[in-house]
């Protein structure tokens, strides 16, 4: 096991009406940003329950964070925090409500031209040069809610770029199951989906001598599957919200990678998918995925293994053998999940995409990827071509 340091200050308040706790969390002298998406928080009662929770604060709204959120938009509110002098934030919403928070908490105070916080990956490890901000979770997927990165796009150029750093994590998350009932289908699976290839990112590599790691991801990965087809279809069901959410959070707050190297390759290229042609983020990782894998077998098939006889009870007479039936096992768990495993499947034109990925990496300098920096731009170039 390699050596870490695990740090995560966020304070996770979980269940059913913990809603009510804000006032107490947000700090006293708070003058507050309450930051939303498209307006599903006023559908389904959320914003009306913050609201009633901040009763005596001054605040004052910023709607209109898109999913996939966009620096353009997020710079407004900058703006806003800087000449009203907000001290506090409130992200209320899903991943990209709270990633695009913890860009605008960085870039109030950042001296540079902000656009290179994305495009040099600006690291912010002083608390006291960052707005503070807490969130009300709506929606399980990213586990932005206990983590301390970011993924905001820059529609000029049409990136999709990361930030983060230690002072990045919310101060507390609101995590009520309950909210996930108005979540649309679509947006159900798309959690589960994520959750479930945050969890491969970290696991799905080389033995790594991390026993409870991995049986801690494969806990998360095997509630996943238990619950995740059955979330979708009963949202009420408050066994199966609670235990969705918690999976999605412990999925990526940080735990699950300490003490191992961990891959992001399907992120790095799922990112681009969703930056060119939309496609919601889970999806592009059900696209990309499994064809990373059959690339990458060799150097992967050992964990392939174990991921398919522990997780989905695969036989097989070898490593190869087994490997091959996890694979096949993913790729019809992502079906039952509702996902395409094609890219023709979730656009037109798509006949570029390799050339043009390969193209942004190599300018970027992203020659090197995965859990031994062996997915080299050839394998990326390979895995594309394959998840037409
Ligand atoms: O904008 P509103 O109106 O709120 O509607 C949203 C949005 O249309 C809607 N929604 C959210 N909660 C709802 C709801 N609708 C009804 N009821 C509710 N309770 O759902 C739509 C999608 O929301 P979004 O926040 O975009 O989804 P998600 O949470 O999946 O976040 C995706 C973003 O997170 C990034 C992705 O790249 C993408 O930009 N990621 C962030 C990560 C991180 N910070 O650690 C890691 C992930 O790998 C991921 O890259
Ligand atoms: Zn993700």
Same mark, same amino acid.
């Given at each position: 096991?390699?050596?870490?340091?695990?740090?995560?200050?966020?304070?996770?308040?979980?269940?059913?009406?913990?809603?009510?706790?804000?006032?107490?969390?947000?700090?006293? #002298?708070?003058?507050?940003?309450?930051? +939303?998406?498209?307006?599903?928080?006023?559908?389904?009662?959320?914003?009306? =329950?913050?609201?009633?929770?901040?009763? &005596?604060?001054?605040?004052?709204?910023?709607?209109?964070?898109?999913?996939?959120?966009?620096?353009?938009?997020?710079?407004?509110?900058?703006?806003?925090? /800087?000449?009203?002098?907000?001290?506090?934030?409130?992200?209320? &919403?899903?991943?990209?409500?709270?990633?695009?928070?913890?860009?605008?908490?960085?870039?109030? #105070?950042?001296?540079?031209?902000?656009?290179?916080?994305?495009?040099?990956?600006?690291?912010?490890?002083?608390?006291?040069?960052?707005?503070?901000?807490?969130?009300?979770?709506? @929606?399980?997927?990213?586990?932005?809610?206990?983590?301390? $990165?970011?993924?905001?796009?820059? *529609?000029?150029?049409?990136?999709?770029?990361?930030?983060? &750093?230690?002072?990045?994590?919310?101060?507390?998350?609101?995590?009520?199951?309950?909210?996930?009932?108005?979540?649309?289908?679509? =947006?159900?699976?798309?959690?589960?989906?994520? !959750?479930?290839?945050?969890?491969?990112? =970290?696991?799905?590599?080389?033995? =790594?001598?991390?026993?409870?790691?991995?049986?801690?991801?494969? $806990?998360?990965?095997?509630?996943?599957?238990?619950?995740?087809?059955?979330?979708?279809?009963?949202?009420?069901? +408050?066994?199966?919200?609670?235990?969705?959410?918690?999976? !999605?959070?412990?999925?990526?707050?940080?735990?699950?990678?300490?003490?191992? %190297?961990?891959?992001?390759?399907?992120?790095?290229? $799922?990112?681009?998918?969703?930056?060119?042609?939309?496609? *919601?983020?889970? /999806?592009?990782?059900?696209?990309? $995925?499994?064809?990373?894998?059959?690339?990458?077998?060799?150097?992967?098939?050992?964990?392939?293994?174990?991921?398919?006889?522990?997780?989905?009870?695969?036989?097989? #007479?070898?490593?190869?053998?087994? %490997?091959?039936?996890?694979?096949?096992?993913?790729? %019809?768990?992502?079906?039952?999940?509702?996902?395409?495993?094609?890219?023709?499947?979730?656009?037109?034109?798509?006949?570029?995409?390799?050339?043009?990925?390969? #193209?942004?990496?190599?300018?970027?300098?992203?020659?090197?990827? &995965?859990?031994?920096?062996?997915?080299?731009?050839?394998?990326?170039?390979?895995?594309?071509? @394959?998840?037409?």
């Amino acid at each position: 096991m390699l050596n870490f340091e695990l740090y995560n200050p966020t304070n996770y308040v979980f269940g059913q009406n913990q809603i009510e706790k804000l006032a107490s969390l947000v700090p006293a #002298n708070a003058k507050i940003m309450l930051a +939303y998406g498209g307006g599903s928080i006023f559908k389904n009662g959320v914003h009306a =329950q913050v609201t009633e929770n901040l009763k &005596g604060f001054e605040v004052i709204e910023f709607g209109g964070i898109e999913p996939n959120p966009r620096f353009e938009t997020l710079m407004k509110a900058v703006e806003i925090i /800087r000449t009203e002098k907000i001290n506090f934030i409130l992200a209320v &919403g899903g991943g990209s409500v709270i990633d695009g928070v913890k860009f605008i908490s960085g870039a109030v #105070n950042y001296e540079g031209d902000a656009v290179d916080i994305l495009k040099k990956r600006i690291l912010f490890k002083d608390v006291s040069k960052v707005i503070p901000f807490g969130t009300v979770l709506t @929606l399980p997927a990213t586990g932005s809610e206990m983590n301390s $990165g970011a993924v905001i796009t820059i *529609d000029a150029t049409h990136e999709k770029l990361t930030l983060g &750093g230690s002072a990045l994590f919310p101060q507390f998350s609101i995590c009520d199951p309950t909210v996930i009932q108005s979540l649309p289908k679509r =947006q159900i699976q798309n959690g589960v989906v994520d !959750a479930f290839t945050h969890v491969l990112e =970290q696991y799905l590599t080389f033995p =790594q001598d991390a026993l409870l790691q991995d049986r801690i991801s494969e $806990g998360i990965l095997q509630t996943l599957v238990e619950i995740g087809p059955k979330v979708v279809e009963n949202p009420t069901d +408050y066994k199966l919200a609670s235990n969705f959410m918690w999976c !999605a959070t412990m999925a990526l707050n940080g735990l699950i990678q300490k003490g191992v %190297a961990s891959d992001w390759a399907t992120h790095m290229i $799922g990112h681009e998918l969703t930056a060119l042609y939309e496609i *919601d983020h889970a /999806r592009t990782l059900a696209i990309i $995925g499994p064809n990373l894998y059959r690339v990458m077998f060799e150097t992967k098939k050992e964990k392939l293994a174990q991921f398919g006889e522990r997780v989905f009870q695969v036989s097989g #007479n070898t490593i190869e053998e087994k %490997a091959q039936n996890a694979i096949s096992k993913l790729v %019809a768990f992502l079906e039952e999940m509702g996902m395409e495993t094609k890219l023709s499947q979730a656009t037109t034109n798509y006949e570029d995409t390799a050339n043009f990925i390969v #193209n942004r990496f190599e300018e970027r300098g992203w020659k090197a990827m &995965g859990e031994k920096q062996n997915i080299t731009l050839e394998k990326v170039r390979e895995i594309v071509e @394959l998840s037409y």
